[in-house]
C-alpha cells in the first residue's frame, strides 16, 4: 500500500485464520464487501523475521510454532482434529473458577454440523464410534468414556480457500500488514489503522471482525482503548485476561497383553480421507464427585519401555515441514530415534504392532486472570505502539488436579483384564515437560455482560456497536478438544448473524 492510502469495504476481518476464513464463508455466499488484513506473508518460515514480536515473561510454550503468523492463519500447520466441546464444557461448573457460556451446546449445534461440513465434507453432528489403540481398555472402566476425534487428511488450510476467492474476486486481502489501532467516536469504530513496509494506511468499513488470535486481539484492543485524552469505551476488565491452553504431553505408559497396531478409521465414512482416533474422557458423574477438570487422554502406540522424551517431542508439535526444522530438532532427531519413529507412524501407512501404549494427556486448563495478555511497558512496534506482553501461567490448582486425574486413571487401569502392566512416571515430569497445545484461548471471553466478560453472546465487543471478535479468544474455558471445530462454528454462526444484521 502506498503510504496514506484508504481502502474502504463493507466488512473488514483482521486476520486470515480458522475464525477469520468461518465468517467469511457466510458472507461470501450472501456478497458482502470483505476486506482481510493478514499481518504476515503469503508463506512464512523459520528463517524470516516474525511478522509480530511478543514479550514472553511467563511460562514458555514449549513448542516450535505456536501462531500461525501467514496467511491462513493457524490453519498452515493446523493436524487436522475435529471434535466439538462437550455439553458439561458450556455449564457453570463451581469447582472450574469462572467457568460457564453465555450460550449451550445446543445453540452450536447446527454450527458444529456447518463447521464439519465446511472442514471435513461430513454433516454429522459429532464423529461416529471407532476403535483404536488400547480403547476397549479404558471404555472397559468404570469412570472413562471413549471419545472419537475425526480429522481430514490432508488438513484443512485456509489458505487455498482465501486464494480461491480473491482469484475469483469476491474477497480482497492485504498481507505483510499489522492492524495497529481502531479509532472510533462514541463506541462505533469507523476507521482502522495499519501499519506496512514502515508506512501507514487506513481501513474504512461499516463493521469490523477481529480474528488475530488470542494473543494479538487483546494487544489490537488494548492499544486501542489506551489514549486518555480521547472518549473511549470502558476497557473490559477481562480483557487480555484468561490466557488458558491445553497444557500437553505424554506421561506413563500401558502395557496391554495383547498388541494393537494400525491406524483407525471412520466406519462406514465416505470420504476416504476422513479417519478418526479414540480419546477417552472422565465421566461427567465422575467429573463432578471428584470435581476435576474434563482433561482427555490418548493411547498411542509405543516402541519400547522407556519413556517419551517429552520435551524433545513436544518441540516439534508447531512444525510444518522442513522449513520450520531448527539445530535443535536434528539433533533431537539423532538423540531420540523415538521421534523419527513417531513421525514416519504418524505421516505413512504403517501397521507395526505394539504392546506398548504411550499415554498422551490434552489437559483442561483452568481459567486464571492472573494468565494473561497485556501491553509492554517497554517494548514497540516499528510504528511505535506497545507489543503484547505475555504472561502464560499454570497455576498449583492446575497441577494438583491433573495429579489426582492421573491416580484415578492408574487406579482404573490397574488389574484390568487386557492390562499387563503399567509405568506411572513422577508429576514431577508432567511439571518439567508439559507444553502449549499452541491453543491459545480465553484473552477476551464471552460473557452474558462487561462484569464477566468481554464480548456478549454473538461475540459483539461490549462498548462498541460495530467491532466483533472471531478467534479463541472468546472462549471462557478451554474444555479439552482441540478447539478448531467450536472456533468454525462459532465463526459461521457470527457470519450469519451479521447477514441478518444487513436484512
Not at 352 to 366: H, I, K, P
Not at 419 to 442: C, I, K, N
Not at 460 to 487: C, E, H, M, R, Y
Request: hydrophobic share 40%; aromatic share 8%.
Amino acid at each position: 500500500m502506498k503510504p496514506d492510502t484508504t481502502l474502504r469495504t463493507d466488512i473488514c476481518i483482521v486476520g486470515t485464520g480458522m475464525g477469520a476464513i468461518s465468517v467469511a464463508n457466510s458472507l461470501v455466499g450472501a456478497g458482502r464487501s470483505v476486506l482481510f488484513i493478514e499481518t504476515g506473508p503469503i508463506r512464512a518460515s523459520r528463517r524470516d523475521r516474525p511478522a509480530l514480536h511478543i514479550e514472553n515473561v511467563g511460562r514458555p510454550f514449549g513448542i516450535s510454532t505456536s501462531r500461525g503468523l501467514e496467511v491462513g492463519g493457524g490453519t498452515a500447520f493446523w493436524h487436522g482434529v475435529c471434535a466439538p466441546l462437550d455439553e458439561q464444557d458450556f455449564l457453570e461448573r463451581p469447582w472450574i473458577p469462572h467457568s460457564g457460556w453465555p450460550i449451550g451446546r445446543s445453540d452450536l449445534a447446527p454450527w458444529y454440523a456447518v463447521a464439519l461440513d465446511f472442514l471435513c465434507g461430513a454433516s454429522q453432528d459429532g464423529p461416529g464410534g471407532t476403535d483404536g489403540p488400547g480403547s476397549s481398555a479404558l471404555q472397559g472402566t468404570d469412570v472413562f468414556d471413549a471419545k472419537t476425534y475425526r480429522f481430514r487428511s490432508p488438513p484443512f488450510r485456509g489458505k487455498e480457500t482465501l486464494r480461491r476467492w480473491c482469484d475469483q474476486g469476491l474477497v480482497r486481502c492485504v498481507y505483510h500488514s499489522t492492524a495497529l489501532q481502531l479509532l472510533q467516536e462514541h463506541g462505533r469504530s469507523h476507521t482502522l489503522v495499519v501499519g506496512s513496509g514502515g508506512h501507514r494506511f487506513t481501513v474504512k468499513a461499516d463493521r469490523f471482525v477481529i480474528a488475530a488470535g488470542a494473543l494479538e486481539t487483546p494487544r489490537l484492543l488494548l492499544n486501542s482503548l489506551r489514549k486518555p485524552d480521547v472518549p473511549l469505551p470502558a476497557t473490559p476488565w477481562w480483557l487480555g485476561r484468561n490466557l488458558i491452553d491445553h497444557p500437553a504431553g505424554y506421561l506413563s505408559q500401558v502395557t496391554f497383553h495383547r498388541p494393537f497396531a494400525g491406524k483407525p478409521g471412520v466406519e462406514g465414512e465416505s470420504a476416504p480421507e476422513v479417519q478418526a482416533f479414540p480419546g477417552f474422557m472422565l465421566r461427567g458423574e465422575v467429573q463432578r464427585t471428584r470435581q476435576l477438570p474434563n482433561h482427555a487422554v490418548f493411547v498411542r502406540k509405543g516402541i519400547s519401555r522407556r519413556p517419551v522424551p517429552n520435551k524433545a517431542v513436544m518441540s516439534f508439535l508447531g512444525v510444518r515441514g522442513p522449513r520450520d526444522v531448527a539445530l535443535s530438532h536434528l539433533k533431537s532427531l539423532v538423540r531420540h530415534p523415538y521421534i523419527i519413529w513417531r513421525i514416519a507412524h504418524q505421516k505413512l501407512p504403517l501397521s507395526a504392532r505394539s504392546r506398548y501404549g504411550d499415554l498422551f494427556f490434552m489437559t483442561e486448563q483452568l481459567p486464571n486472570p492472573h494468565s494473561q495478555v497485556s501491553l509492554s511497558a517497554k517494548s514497540r512496534d516499528e510504528f511505535g505502539f506497545p507489543i503484547a506482553r505475555v504472561n502464560w501461567r499454570l497455576s498449583d490448582q492446575d497441577i494438583a488436579m491433573f495429579a489426582e486425574y492421573h491416580e484415578l486413571l492408574m487406579s482404573s487401569l490397574r488389574g484390568h483384564d487386557e492390562v499387563r502392566g503399567l509405568r506411572s512416571d513422577p508429576l514431577a515430569r508432567w511439571e518439567d515437560t508439559v507444553a502449549s497445545a499452541a491453543h491459545h484461548l480465553g484473552t477476551a471471553r464471552m460473557g452474558s455482560s462487561a462484569r464477566d466478560g468481554v464480548v456478549d453472546r454473538n461475540l459483539k465487543v461490549f462498548g462498541f456497536d460495530n467491532v466483533w471478535i472471531s478467534d479463541g479468544s472468546v472462549f471462557p474455558t478451554a474444555g479439552s478438544v482441540n478447539p478448531s471445530l467450536t472456533i468454525c462454528a462459532l465463526g459461521h454462526r457470527l457470519g450469519a448473524h451479521l447477514n441478518r444484521m444487513r436484512a
